[in-house]
T-cell receptor, first 113, second 116 residues
Framework: QQQVKQSPQSLIVQKGGISIINCAYENTAFDYFPWYQQFPGKGPALLIAIRPDVSEKKEGRFTISFNKSAKQFSLHIMDSQPGDSATYFC????????????FGKGTKLTVNP | GAVVSQHPSWVICKSGTSVKIECRSL??????MFWYRQFPKQSLMLMATSNEGSKATYEQGVEKDKFLINHASLTLSTLTVTSAHPEDSSFYIC????????????FGSGTRLTVV
């Protein structure tokens, strides 16, 4: 019930391409779905987050698509750049409950020049 | 935006000694802070939830006597690794939220602990 499953484990994309990372969850009580970007030796930084009352949220080159019925959400990075090379984590929490963030296992993205 | 400051960024200590890591919310008050541990190429594992003025809530399998957490004020939480051993070497990260409903969670920059 508490798991968030993330795929793929690693992703290689050419500069200018679209990077897509997928996550699935089981706990229907989750109501906050953030994506974090982490560079080596640094803490995670919030990229973008969505709540289940909307199906899509876009901020610059980053878009979250959310499918409540399928219990899935994904991150799309448009026009991927070498500077986007990092590890990306999806997460979920129940803001009205324990509020603990449950993380996916992460996706290492490499954007080739 | 919300800033969480974590110190030190790295520390090397001898086996058997204790190490304290500080986590401060610089521009907001954090009723709750979270402490995570991250092994190389792995995800973040929640260790405990730290509430201001009360005892921390530890996740299953986390030794509360080994990892002492204190949340003395709305802007400061500390994690003390007691009697550290090489297996405690890891990347420790804290996070806090000013208003989870609208502002999400902000993470510190992490502390790399190496026990020799």
């Amino acid at each position: 019930q508490q798991q968030v499953k993330q795929s793929p484990q690693s992703l290689i994309v050419q500069k200018g391409g679209i990077s897509i990372i997928n996550c699935a969850y089981e706990n229907t009580a989750f109501d906050y779905f953030p994506w974090y970007q982490q560079f080596p030796g640094k803490g995670p930084a919030l990229l973008i987050a969505i709540r289940p009352d909307v199906s899509e949220k876009k901020e610059g080159r980053f878009t979250i698509s959310f499918n409540k019925s399928a219990k899935q959400f994904s991150l799309h990075i448009m026009d991927s750049q070498p500077g986007d090379s990092a590890t990306y984590f999806c997460a979920a929490s129940n803001q009205g409950g324990s509020e603990k963030l449950v993380f996916g296992k992460g996706t290492k993205l490499t954007v080739n020049p | 935006g919300a800033v969480v400051s974590q110190h030190p960024s790295w520390v090397i200590c001898k086996s058997g000694t204790s190490v304290k890591i500080e986590c401060r919310s610089l521009d907001f008050q954090a009723t709750t802070m979270f402490w995570y541990r991250q092994f190389p190429k792995q995800s973040l594992m929640l260790m405990a939830t730290s509430n201001e003025g009360s005892k921390a809530t530890y996740e299953q399998g986390v030794e509360k006597d080994k990892f002492l957490i204190n949340h003395a004020s709305l802007t400061l939480s500390t994690l003390t690794v007691t009697s550290a051993h090489p297996e405690d070497s890891s990347f420790y990260i804290c996070s806090a939220s000013e208003d989870r409903a609208s502002k999400g969670y902000t993470f510190g920059s992490g502390t790399r602990l190496t026990v020799v």
